[in-house]
């Protein structure tokens, strides 16, 4: 396989462009994509950039409020999945994976730069949903309404406020679209813990955004 240096070297333009110049692989699923690397096609990597890119940058700016340092930490995971491919899990999906390196990694940052990522409001208590918070994950939640109703500026601005253990669990299920199973697996949390924390950060946004119309009306 290339060395760090090299794929470093690759990695610069391509996060910078997020474009992918490789013909005939697209349809490939990433799995037969890390057979292929592992086989010695290590550009095919390029791909594997090229899908989680954008996803994985946008995570770890939402945690960090940073963009310059979340394009670099989203490098750090690139170069960390890159060299533990030998240790991936086929049985496993492959985006659960890649979800679950860059989790650790924005969370190690958090904690150098010496920023708590739990909050104190949240109790060990409410990591056991209620009958009435067990919602169906097929549910159009009221992110997904807000987003279709054009609000995204302010939801934004909501998810931004939420403390970050919902904020992770929003941003991973409604703008990576990962499934329940899918967060639990790469935040290492059990599954009902997930769906309470994503019904309560959902209940949060609801509570933001409702006092930011309140304050518009009063204002107009």
């Known amino acids: 396989m290339a060395t760090q240096n090299q794929l470093n070297e690759k990695l610069q333009p391509r996060m910078a462009s997020g474009k992918n110049q490789s013909n005939g692989e697209s349809a490939l699923t990433d799995e037969e994509l890390i057979d292929r690397i592992q086989g010695g096609e290590v550009d095919l990597f390029e791909l594997i950039v090229s899908r989680y890119n954008r996803k994985l940058v946008n995570y770890i700016y939402r945690m960090i409020n940073n963009y310059e340092e979340a394009m670099e930490l989203c490098q750090d995971v690139f170069l960390k999945v890159y ?18 390196i860059a989790s650790n990694a924005t969370i190690d940052f958090l904690r150098k730069k010496k920023i708590d990522t739990y909050s104190l409001e949240s109790s060990a208590s409410e990591d056991s949903p209620t009958i ?15 987003e279709m109703s054009q609000l995204g500026d302010r939801i934004e601005g909501a998810i931004n406020k939420l403390p970050y253990i919902y904020r992770q669990l929003i941003v991973l299920r409604h ?7 899918e967060i639990a697996a790469a935040v290492d949390l ?15 946004l609801k509570v933001t955004l409702a006092d930011d119309s309140t304050r518009e009306v009063r204002r107009g």
């Open 83 to 100: 060299t533990s491919l030998d240790k991936y899990n086929p049985e496993y999906k492959f985006t659960t994976w890649v979800h679950r």
């Open 132 to 146: 009435g918070q067990q919602v169906p994950s097929d549910e159009l939640g009221p992110l997904r309404e807000l």
């Open 190 to 204: 059990p599954l009902g813990t997930v769906k309470n924390r994503i019904f309560r950060g959902r209940e949060m």
């Open 175 to 181: 703008l990576n679209e990962l499934s329940y199973e």
